[in-house]
């Protein structure tokens, strides 16, 4: 395997490319697509006016098993807060290293591996979603429609401590929600008042106690405003509130409990309004993508370790369309959204030699069994 080029990924970590910095983010995009054109890649722009534009590379398509490479162009860090690179003997830092320009790295580098080794590329199309930091509030969309098109997915956030591979994510839900009341003077008209702020008070009471940690489901009021002053009925409070959940079952149980407590809420004479909702689907362990573990194990000749996390990524997206999904082939790393962040230098070389190994089974092992089969039908 060629020797890393870690200057290269100096130049891609020291591009700001923070989510709301558009653009940094297509500058980003940019230097990722003079470095795939010489793999034969194509391009498809999708093209936004206030976040980074994705990009979809794709290869030409044959028979076998259509894959898709998931990384996303943004970071957490704004512009001329955190934009350096270092490396030493071990590990590289900077914003990005593991999460995940460093992921996309490794991706960028199994595919030069591969084109090298088997020829021109197919079957093969890598997306890179500019606002996945932020929720993915427009990629999911567009990530659920493409992911529908292949067979498998491989997301390339970090890896695990012992290279991890990702099975499992939570779900989440967010929403904001705003009570309507109606002010009067606590003095001389409480009883013509409608209390907003009590009324969020008996909602957080009951949203909350739907946690159950048992199940893997936890709801969180995380930001709470409201009222005038203490002389005065609340006539307007707010909440944001975020919801996780590790299974179908939860996830909707939770959907509809936090919806039952608003409409029961309402009854009592105040006004709410519900912005958001479902943000990622939970990325749940099935049958479907243990065979495609399966499968890699016997290519790669190891059994891979896996791990669920409770924080969530586009795999979330691509899983909850059914097409069975691998995350965490990013490089082992730490630190990631602080100014600590870094990446181990030698699980580089390891996940690209994996990586290599994964796509060439697939892509390049099936394309040459069936031109065998093709030569003995002719010379038949």
Known sequence: MTTLNFDELASLITCNS?????????QHGEQMIELLAPLGFSLTRYQRETIGDHLLFHTPKQAGKKILLLGHLDTVFPEHTFTDFSQDKQWVYGPGVCDMKGGNFVALNALRTLRSQFGPLHNIDFLLVSDEEIGSDD??????ELAKNYDACLVFEAAGENHEVVTGRKGIATFEIEVTGKAAHAGNHYGDGV?????????LLEMTSLTNLK????????????????????????MVVEARFSSIDEQQRLLDGIENICLAIEVTGVDITIKGGLQ?????????QQALLDEINTILGTVLLTEQRGGVSDANIVSSVGVPTL???GPF?????????????????LRIEQVTKILAAWCFAYSNASQNVNDEALAQ
């Open 195 to 203: 209390d907003a702020n009590f009324a969020l008070a008996n909602m």
């Open 333 to 349: 790393g730490d630190g990631d959204h602080t100014r600590h962040e870094r990446a181990l230098k030698s699980s580089f070389e």
């Open 327 to 329: 995350d965490g082939f």
């Open 139 to 144: 990629s999911k969309y567009l990530t659920a």
């Open 280 to 288: 990622r689907g939970v990325m749940a362990p099935s049958k479907a």
């Open 18 to 26: 923070h989510s709301k910095n558009k653009a940094g983010v297509d």
């Open 215 to 238: 199940r893997g489901s936890t709801v969180n009021v995380g930001k709470i405003l409201g009222g005038i002053g203490a002389n005065t009925i609340s006539p307007h409070a707010s």
